[in-house]
Nanobody, 116 residues
């Protein structure tokens, strides 16, 4: 079955960096685009970044442009989100997502907390 496992979250000071990973299994990773979302309690989940199956097409939400970088390693079936210049408002649970034949799959999420 499709499995997505996020890791790499934690507590970081403003201006710091974190690298999130999304390890996947159960589907052909190299054939599918991947997305990163984040969610704050009480708010809707919002799209952070997306990357095509080849990595050649990448898009970012306006609030992370220039600070976050999404990438993938098709040999390792893993997607990444490098987050630099973190701000307190980036505090959220971060999820990776894949859509396969109109079904959405999510990981359990990894918590990112930006605080001094």
């Amino acid at each position: 079955q499709v499995q997505l496992v996020e890791s790499g979250g934690g507590l970081v000071q403003p201006g710091g960096s974190l690298r999130l990973s999304c390890a996947t299994s159960g589907f052909l990773f190299s054939a599918n685009g991947m997305k990163w979302y984040r969610q704050v309690p009480g708010e809707e989940r919002e799209l952070v970044a997306s990357i095509s199956n080849t990595g050649l097409s990448i898009n970012y939400a306006g609030f992370v442009k220039g600070r976050f970088t999404v990438s993938r390693d098709n040999a390792k079936n893993t997607a990444y989100l490098q987050m630099n210049s973190l701000k307190p408002e980036d505090t959220a649970m971060y999820y990776c997502n894949v859509a396969i034949r109109r079904a959405n799959y999510w990981g359990q999420g990894t918590q990112v907390t930006v605080s001094s």
